[in-house]
């Protein structure tokens, strides 16, 4: 291609390119949680796997304190920080452990007006 070629072709993808736009690395502010059903509160935690195993301290090593089902009911007493694990108390045995936070999780709840 000859230099008058080339000049033609940079004159007209030139325009294109310097009108559009130009991305921008500013952040954009995160969405602000709004619990839009101040009547209704927030449902309560639950087993949302076959089971679960529930263990003694807060990783995945320590020995398994029970083995926990769908079926049982329990009492969330906490939560671990960044909700890894949730300690729990087994409302009929009475023991105490901590789970899997990617188990043990509340569902939210869709609120339409």
Known sequence: MSAR???????????PLLSARRATAAPTAAPQTVWSCPARPPL?????????????KVISKP????VFYESQKFMLRKTAKGGGWVHITD???GKTGWASGRCVYRDVRM???
């Not at 070629?5 to 325009?15: D, E, K, Q």
């Not at 309560?44 to 003694?56: G, I, M, Q």
């Not at 020995?63 to 029970?66: L, S």
């Open 5 to 15: 070629g080339i000049a033609a072709l940079a004159a007209a993808v030139a325009p």
């Open 44 to 56: 309560p935690y639950t087993l949302h796997a076959n089971s679960a195993t529930v263990r003694s």
């Open 63 to 66: 020995t398994a304190v029970w």
């Open 91 to 93: 409302n009929n045995m």
């Open 111 to 113: 609120c339409l007006d």
